[in-house]
């Protein structure tokens, strides 16, 4: 069982929404928190909160699209806090254009922040957690991840979503008797600035940042009918998952029902159709289903 409090966590995307949430609920169970984003005021301001509170913080300015950059953070937060054992990689950004009238710029972006900014965290924070036998790590991926067809015109972001679910299951098992455990947090609407802040987010080497609003296609969000959760719900519940080691965290129990009819008719048909040409090369009758 993870313990919160006495840590020292390092959350990405800290400056707002759901990483804001997780940076505040860790200090108020007594983790000392580095608070890492592209956006240096928005990470300082919630280290000041946390001070506010009585807490220990460090607002550290990181891109975690850039290898170096992560690096450069850990060895601030080092230096800050000691080493690192809770790691919530969490910045994002996301889409919602037609895959093929998106610019190559904007499609790189999408999986650069996503899966390899979730991959640098990971790569940069885990060997100290595994020398030290002790630690977790959390990526925050999707419900656009597990189920690509929920959100239309999503595709580089369902992908890369999708990207961070399988590294951090199979990570899960590398990790195995580390004493390090891992989290792969699927949310699935929270009411967070995402969709009128998201270009601030991008980096120069993408075309740097934009006017704010992410391109949403008029009622997509009411076609959808999406909840969305207020993000204070949020890290009581992945917290509770650290403490006990869950692989996935989910946020919408209304959800399972998707999920089972989206796997039911994709996974089922593509078993269906694999058990008869299986069948159809047994039997010497037939050729070969086509
Ligand atoms: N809000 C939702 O409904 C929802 C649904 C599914 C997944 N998510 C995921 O949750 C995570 C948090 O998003 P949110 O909803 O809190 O939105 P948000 O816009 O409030 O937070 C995203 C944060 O990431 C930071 N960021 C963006 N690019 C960065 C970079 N290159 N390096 C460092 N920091 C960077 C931003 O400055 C911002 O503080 C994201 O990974 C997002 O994809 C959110």
């Not at 240096?40 to 607002?59: K, L, R």
């Not at 919530?88 to 009238?101: H, L, V």
């Not at 992908?159 to 951090?168: D, E, H, R, S, T």
């Amino acid at each position: 069982m993870t313990e919160i409090g006495g840590r020292a966590a390092l959350v990405t995307g800290g400056g707002s929404g759901i990483g804001r949430g997780l940076a505040l609920e860790l200090a108020q169970r007594g983790a000392s928190v580095a608070v890492a984003d592209i956006i240096p005021d928005n990470a300082q301001a919630v280290a000041a909160e946390i001070e506010a509170m009585g807490g220990t913080a460090v607002a550290i300015a990181c891109d975690v699209c850039e290898r170096e950059s992560v690096a450069e953070a850990k060895r601030q937060a080092n230096a800050a806090l000691g080493p690192i054992s809770l790691l919530f990689a969490n910045a994002g950004a996301t889409s919602f254009e037609r895959f093929t009238q998106m610019s190559d710029a904007d499609v790189d972006w999408i999986y650069q922040v996503n899966l390899m900014g979730t991959t640098h965290c990971l790569q940069a924070f885990l060997p100290d957690m595994i020398a030290a036998g002790s630690g977790h790590v959390v990526a925050t991926a999707s419900m656009a991840g597990m189920l690509p067809a929920w959100i239309p015109l999503h595709a580089p972001y369902s992908g890369a979503k999708m990207g961070i679910i399988g590294l951090m299951l199979n990570l899960r098992q590398e990790l195995g008797e580390t004493g390090v455990g891992s989290t792969v947090y699927c949310p699935g609407g929270v009411a967070t600035g995402m969709k009128d802040n998201n270009e601030r987010y991008r980096p120069e080497r993408f075309g740097g940042p934009g006017p704010g609003p992410v391109k949403v296609p008029d009622g997509f969000f009411h076609e959808q009918k999406t909840t969305f959760l207020p993000p204070e719900q949020i890290a009581p519940m992945v917290l509770r998952a650290v403490r006990n080691d869950r692989a996935i965290v989910f946020d919408h129990a209304d959800q399972r029902a998707l999920f089972v009819e989206t796997y039911q008719n994709l996974v089922m048909q593509a078993f269906d159709d694999a058990a008869d040409y299986e069948k159809s090369l047994l039997s010497p009758s037939t050729s070969p289903a086509r």
